[in-house]
């Protein structure tokens, strides 16, 4: 269970005064991010509503991913952080040679990119029921035992 089903549930108990249609298990991460999201009750920022909308675009091309080992999201999300890196670099030096892949819009279209596929990685980790990568030798890429 994820914090958005989290919220779900939690919106269901407040709801019916406590009642649930079926006994669900929270891991206590998930708990704690549902209360608080519904504390606080805030209008989501438009850098937010920005990482959701990539979010749902790369979901769209790229399909589901959450089988992912965390190499391949690490080899993803530095990638992005590349991109998000030169974009820095071609807006302040002085001497890049590509000003096309530099400036504010492209800064922040990089650096949503890049939160997006942090919080896929989080996802993933989330959804995954593998606990410490340790304890589940299957995960383990061969020759990094």
């Known amino acids: 269970m994820n914090t958005e089903q989290a919220i779900r549930v939690f919106s269901e108990i407040l ?3 406590g009642k649930i249609s079926k006994i669900t298990y929270i891991k206590p991460i998930y708990i704690e991010l549902a209360l608080a999201a519904l504390r606080t009750q805030q209008p989501l920022t438009l850098a937010i509503r920005s990482v959701q909308a990539e979010r749902k675009r790369q979901d769209e091309k790229w399909g589901d991913q959450n089988g992912n080992h965390p190499f391949e ?3 993803i999300l ?3 952080y590349g991109e998000l890196c030169e974009a820095v670099n071609e807006t302040f030096f002085k001497n890049g040679d590509k000003p096309e892949r530099g ?5 922040r279209k990089e650096a949503v990119q ?11 980790l ?3 029921d593998h606990g410490n ?3 589940n030798p299957e995960l383990v890429k061969e020759g990094n035992e």
């Open 126 to 128: 989330d959804k995954s």
């Open 114 to 124: 890049v939160a997006a596929v942090a919080v896929a990685l989080i996802e993933a």
């Open 133 to 135: 990568i340790h304890d």
């Open 73 to 75: 999201w690490v080899s």
């Open 103 to 107: 400036g504010i819009d492209k800064m």
């Open 15 to 17: 709801e019916n005064k």
């Open 78 to 80: 530095g990638e992005e």
